[in-house]
């Protein structure tokens, strides 16, 4: 790889001439929308059975918490099994899981159990095509692979959200249950005879799946370098979805109109989207590199202004604004890829994604917590200012 085509920026004509990232570009974003319209249509499903706002809640994050032990125990998966199989086999498990909610009567238990089992196997499969992209990507092309994946991922959750409900309304959950398996399968098929095949690397030990996946996360974590730039990328998602997770009470508070924070909150990916086509087609990699600390600062800093009672279009504006702050990622990419033995790729993906699962669903729990005792204006400032010091520390020791 020649230091001209790290330096270089890469255009989208460029990165989807390449066939083995359109397949997994097409099938992840298709899987996607399938999976929040799963969720969505199992929510609906789960409160008309139970009139529960607990359950129907617990439904919507069931399969995040789970990540966090199929990451630890399972990790290693992404980088035993030819990618192609496992990304194959991820995306008929959940067309499997789909099919199994809206056809078989069970308990909201089981239900639920089985939306956490396939959770748990999120970061491998996620590992898997994480670890492929890296692969077939060189230089520049990564991070805007990263990208246009990113903005995918964030356009496909939006579609996901705006149609999901129309398609319950229209065909009933367990309808919307099997138009969503009927998604994951032809993601399947699209990476089965889309894909070519690729080897798994050499095995480093002869250990089992589960104590090379505990042996590699520690080593992982050990590793400062490795350590710091997960660190940085689980640590400010956590704070700012904490203190967004606060805008439907914040939007009552203020007295804004109902159905207001609906709309507040689709200021925040709209940000998202611009930053990441912003920072991976315009910015060169090195200038990209230099604007992680400023970009997470844009990321935690307007939300200070909540704290002042703005209008309600300062709030929309404001919120664009951490959306877009959300780019900064984008400088880390290539680093993370060279800090990571190419033997451990896949795993330190699952790990990465693991982690930020983790952390942005314990954030809305911390700062919902802070804001019973403190109030929603000073848990918002809080999370704001604990941002903007990770982009400090950042500056100053991190990179």
């Given at each position: 790889?020649t230091?001209e085509v790290l330096e270089?920026?890469s255009?989208?004509?460029?990165l ?6 359109r397949m997994?570009f097409?099938s ?7 999976d ?7 929510s609906i499903l789960?409160?008309s059975?139970?009139r529960?706002a ?12 789970p990540q ?24 008929l ?5 789909a ?10 238990g089981v239900s ?14 996620g ?6 992209i890296a ?5 520049d092309l990564?991070v ?6 990113n903005?995918?991922a964030?356009?496909a ?6 149609f999901g409900?129309l ?16 998604a994951?399968a032809?993601?399947?098929l ?7 095949d690729?080897d ?7 250990l089992?799946?589960?104590k090379e ?7 992982l ?12 990328q689980w ?16 939007a ?6 109902a159905g207001?924070?609906?709309?507040l909150?689709?200021?925040s990916?709209a ?10 087609r ?5 200038t ?7 970009l ?12 002042f ?5 300062m709030?929309g ?6 959306g877009c702050?959300?780019g900064?990622p984008?400088?880390l990419q290539?680093v993370f890829?060279?800090?990571?033995p ?6 330190a ?8 699962m983790?952390?942005q669903g ?6 919902g917590?802070?804001?019973?005792v403190?109030g ?8 704001a ?5 990770t ?9």
């Open positions: 790889m230091t270089k920026r255009t989208f004509g460029q989807f001439a390449v066939s083995a990232y997994v097409v992840r974003s298709l899987a996607i929308a399938a929040t319209l799963r969720i969505i249509a199992l789960v409160y059975l139970t529960s607990f359950l129907s809640a617990v439904t919507f994050g069931i399969g995040f918490l966090v032990a199929g990451g630890m125990l399972f990790g290693s998966l992404a980088d035993r099994v030819r990618p192609r199989r496992l990304i194959t086999t991820g995306y498990v959940e067309c499997a899981a099919l199994c909610l809206a056809t078989v009567p069970m308990p909201v639920l159990a089985i939306v956490a089992a396939v959770g748990a196997f999120m970061p491998v499969f590992g898997a095509s994480a670890r492929l692969e077939v990507l060189p230089g990564y805007l692979g990263r990208s246009a994946s903005m995918a964030g356009g959750q939006l579609l996901g959200m705006a409900g398609a319950v309304a229209a065909a009933g959950p367990q309808r919307a249950l099997l138009i969503s398996a009927a994951h032809v993601s399947a699209i990476v089965r005879f889309g894909l070519s690729m798994a690397p050499p095995k480093a030990t002869e089992g799946a589960v996946s505990w042996r590699t996360n520690r080593a974590l050990k590793d400062s370098v490795i350590r710091a730039l997960l660190l940085i640590l400010p998602p956590l704070f700012i979805v904490g203190a967004e997770a606060l805008i439907v009470a914040y009552d508070a203020r007295g804004f109109a207001s924070a609906g709309l909150l689709a200021w990916p940000g998202m989207l611009v930053g990441h086509l912003v920072v991976g315009f910015l060169r990699p090195e990209r590199t230099r604007l992680v600390a400023p997470i600062v844009l990321l935690g800093a307007p939300t200070l202004a909540l704290a009672s703005p209008p309600q279009w709030v504006a404001v919120l664009f604004l951490t702050g959300f900064y984008l400088g290539r890829v060279d800090a990571i190419e033997h451990r790729r896949g795993q993906f699952g790990l990465l994604t693991m982690g930020l983790t952390f314990t954030g809305p729990l911390i700062f917590g802070i804001a019973q403190w929603i204006r000073a848990a918002m400032a809080l999370a200012t604990a941002c903007v010091s982009a400090a520390v950042w500056w100053r020791r991190g990179r």
